[in-house]
């Protein structure tokens, strides 16, 4: 860029005066810090969780129980006491919070998005995106409980067989809250698809209807898709709802079977909110489970982000 | 499509014209804004069966609502319509007048309690003098010798500053005499509040009106802070509500009336909502109707957690809520903009840069428990630190928001125009005195409005906090960094999960829920409202 030579041009003559080396490591330390941090977060969940796999103990130097990876992953049941590690049932828990959420956030927040990038009035956006702002920036904690207090006694007319923990509930308010988010980041891209096209659309007769989904939609469709990605590893991710309406006991239950969202059953977040409020001691296998639960989420949320990022990059329809 | 405009080459074009169907359109158009409202209507539902939970407003006697009515409602829409059909301008000056009190009411309730539980007066006025001096040592140095080398003017501040921090705390500590906790209250706080209204006065009538207006607002704060205990207000909440709620309030709307005359019947709209309070306040006490019986009140705020519900509060929470939102902010907002500043202004174009800038956008997208595994990680087990402090809460806290605060600085800073740049590096500036002088000033409402939405995602977190062990029931203020914390999340979740009885369900939980809605939805529209000021001045 002209104007970056231009910058280091007239600037180059005293980078090298102390107060300008100073301030720019300084800047650069705080930079860096994001890397540390990453890494940190790299290197601890893997070292704990080597602790808790029979495999890689050994190499870590620790003795004592340890649990297998094929079990781990391919075990069906989840009790501490039992030293049952199982991941299975948790991650069948997460999927269904996903799926569930999934089904209420993607066709709002996109609906939501044409909405405010097509249809809506200048003022309405004015008061509608502020709102909607709302919505992401209520604390989990209490989404949670709506859905116990509020959700789920309300259900409970219609389904009369619910539990009083449920993934339904659950679903909904994760749903909820990460509407703003698909909304927004797909609001974006409807917004940079050029007016051209829209103009050359309705100078061959479309209506709005036609513009919005036949041209908008589909210009728009990688940051869409780069949306639906991020919202469900949030949701994924998202801890105190589901830990306070989806309860408590680990059932292995199956995603696909709509029947299944009255019971309640552990996501991986409840999980290892859970094994901290229960009664586990520093350095045992419950406690380093806890990282190897940690470290499955991480690799998860990290290949969505990364994907997401991916499509967004590669997908992109340049104009 | 079911519109009929794609009509092949086949079918009859003619009598396809201006047969449009507009039903589909239309249908569409109002399934879309359905959509958009699904979510805020059913959040709007669920808020008002949490309020009426929490405030029952049902069990207020018939005559309370009537006079609260008659003295406030009806005047207030009255004087409000007139207003919308003469002078808009003036109704939002009024609505503004009353929003601020209300806002400040809040920030000095927090302020109020820092001063009475969490840090004594006069160790603040310790720490406040010795950093005074240490700076006008440092600002000496720099004035005074610009001969000294830029190294060694550094070094000689640095030491000052460590001196000042350091050492004196401890001389002035022996001090024998200390004014009493109001007065320090009153003459610090109040004294940069005199000082703010000072220069706005002086700004618009000169030094000498600045000087007796600074000096008369210090004067009236310090009256009031000795008068406080004669109405039945302590010195220091009294010193606190004057110099952080009433008299900037008043300040603000005295500029406005010498500034906009033409909107001075605005004021008169505040003055008829806050005398409609008063008046009907006075006025049920008089007559003996009850209020609701509201769970929030103020046992709720000022107690501990209780065994019974009716008795339990939420104050050391709030407190901890505080403290931990304090240390967040001092630690993630150097840091957040520092990083922002060199991936905007210093960084090369080149493959790490780019690598940074990956890693900060996956930074925030990890789940925030996996960000109180690292707390619990790095700090509990690696550094043996004790469990759940302010300080390992405050830096996990930071560490979540500090992705959020970095990219929102950046759009901010984005957002200087480069011409500004360029005519500061034309007039020889380097690249420190361009961020300093120049990017920063400009950049500053729009990394301010991005931390306080950040701070409020940290302050309604939870799962962090627990991972990193903070107790959920705690019956005292933290008064240092390294005492336990609880956060009003978490308190609301202890009364939701571990004291699971019908009480708590129906009292202290909605209460919590109202009281940390309330306290977040003022962070948010302080943030709102600088955003929508900083975009029109840009």
């Known amino acids: 860029m002209s104007t970056d030579d231009l910058e280091s041009d007239l600037t180059r003559r005293t980078e090298n005066a102390p107060q300008e080396l100073l301030t720019r490591s300084f800047f650069f330390l705080c930079a860096v810090l994001s890397i540390v941090t990453t890494v940190s977060i790299v290197v ?183 949306s639906f990605i991020l919202a469900l590893s949030r949701a994924i991710g998202e801890t105190m709802a589901v830990t306070i309406a989806a309860g408590a006991q680990a059932k292995l239950l199956n995603p696909l079977n709509p029947a299944s969202y009255l019971e309640g059953a552990l996501p991986m977040t409840a999980a290892m909110v859970n094994l901290l409020t229960g009664d586990i001691t520093g350095g045992g296998l419950a406690y380093r489970s806890l990282f190897a639960i940690g470290l499955t989420l991480f690799v998860i949320t990290l290949v969505m982000n990364i994907v997401s990022d991916l499509v967004a990059q590669h997908y992109r329809e340049e104009y | 499509m079911a519109t009929g405009t794609d009509t092949g080459p086949g079918t009859d074009t003619a009598g396809g014209f201006g047969q449009v169907s507009r039903t589909v359109g239309v249908v569409f158009r109002y399934l879309l804004l359905a959509a958009t409202m699904f979510g805020i209507v059913t959040l709007a539902v669920l808020l008002v069966y949490v309020a009426n939970d929490a405030i029952q407003p049902l069990t207020a006697d018939p005559g309370w609502y009537l006079t609260f009515f008659v003295t406030l409602v009806l005047p207030t829409g009255v004087a409000g319509a007139v207003l919308a059909r003469r002078n808009p301008a003036a109704l939002r000056l009024g609505a503004g007048v009353v929003a601020i009190l209300a806002v400040s009411l809040l920030f000095s309730g927090g302020v109020a309690m820092v001063f009475v539980d969490i ?129 900037p309030t008043g300040a603000y709307a005295a500029g406005a009336a010498i500034d906009r005359p033409q909107d001075r019947t605005g004021l008169g709209f505040a003055g008829v909502v806050l005398g409609g309070v008063v008046v009907g306040a ?136 480069d011409d500004l740049r360029q005519a500061s590096y034309g007039m020889g500036a380097t690249r420190w005195q361009t961020v300093k002088n120049v990017v920063l000033p400009r950049a500053f409402p729009g990394i301010l409005t991005g931390t306080i939405l950040a701070l409020g995602r940290a302050i309604g977190e939870t799962a962090p906090l627990i991972m990193i062990g903070a107790p959920n029931v705690l019956f005292s203020l933290p008064t240092e960094l390294s005492s336990k914390v609880s956060a009003m999340p978490l308190q609301v979740y202890a009364w939701a999960s571990l004291f699971a009885s019908e009480d708590f369900y129906t009292k202290a939980v909605p209460a919590g829920v109202v009281v940390l809605l309330v306290v977040l939805l003022s962070m948010n529209s302080i943030a709102i409202v600088l955003r929508n000021r900083y975009e029109d001045e840009g």
């Open chain 1, 44 to 226: 601890l969940l893997t070292t704990e969780a080597a602790k808790f796999f029979t495999i890689t103990a050994p190499l870590m130097g620790v003795e004592g129980a340890t649990a297998s990876v094929v079990d781990f992953l391919t075990g069906t049941d989840w009790v501490i006491n039992a030293g049952e590690f199982g991941v299975l049932p948790l991650v069948s828990a997460t999927l269904m919070i996903t799926i569930g959420s999934a089904v209420i956030a993607l066709p709002l927040g996109v609906a939501t998005a044409i909405y405010l990038s097509e249809y809506a009035s200048a003022r309405a956006r004015s008061m509608l995106k502020p709102a909607l702002e709302v919505l992401a920036g209520v604390p989990t904690v209490v989404y949670g409980f709506f859905a116990l207090i509020y959700i789920t006694p309300a259900l409970e007319v219609v389904l009369p067989s619910i539990g009083t923990f449920n993934m339904l509930s659950a679903s909904i308010v994760v749903g909820i809250m990460i509407i703003p988010m698909v909304a927004s980041i797909s609001e974006d891209a409807m917004s940079a698809v050029p007016d051209e096209l829209r103009q050359a659309g309705y100078g061959m007769g479309a209506t709005k209807f036609d513009v919005s989904t036949g041209i908008v939609v589909p210009a728009a469709l990688s940051g869409i898709f780069s």
């Open chain 2, 119 to 247: 840090v004594s007066p006069i160790l603040w006025l310790t720490y406040l003098l010795s950093l005074a001096v240490g700076f006008a040592g440092v600002v000496a140095i720099e004035r005074f010798d610009r001969r000294l080398p830029f190294l060694a003017r550094f070094g000689l501040s640095a030491a000052v500053l460590a001196v000042a921090l350091f050492v004196l705390p401890g001389i002035i500590w022996r001090s024998p005499v200390f004014p009493t906790d109001g007065l320090i209250v009153g003459l610090t706080l109040g004294g940069v509040t005199a000082a703010l209204v000072g220069r706005g006065a002086a700004a618009r009538r000169g030094r000498r009106a600045g000087l007796a207006v600074g000096g008369l607002v210090l004067v009236a704060i310090l009256a009031g802070t000795m008068a406080g205990p004669a109405v039945g207000v302590d010195s220091v909440p009294a010193a606190v509500l004057l110099s952080v709620a009433f008299v």
């Open chain 2, 282 to 417: 006075v006025a049920v006490d008089a007559l003996g109707f009850a209020g609701p019986q509201s769970w929030v009140n103020w046992g709720f705020l000022t107690n501990a957690h209780s065994g019974t519900a009716a008795n339990a509060g939420l104050y050391p929470a709030i407190g901890g809520s505080i403290l931990l939102m304090a240390t967040v902010a001092l630690l993630s907002f150097p840091l957040g903009v520092g990083a922002a500043v060199y991936l905007e202004e210093y960084a090369p174009r080149n493959r790490f840069t780019r690598f940074i800038d990956v890693n900060i956008s996956n930074l925030a997208g990890v789940p925030s428990v996996v960000y109180g595994l690292l707390g619990l990680g790095v700090f509990v087990t690696y550094l043996g630190q004790p469990t759940g402090t302010v300080l390992i809460g405050g830096a996990t806290l930071a560490l979540l928001i500090l992705p959020i605060v970095i990219i929102s600085s950046r759009e901010a800073i984005r957002g200087v125009p």
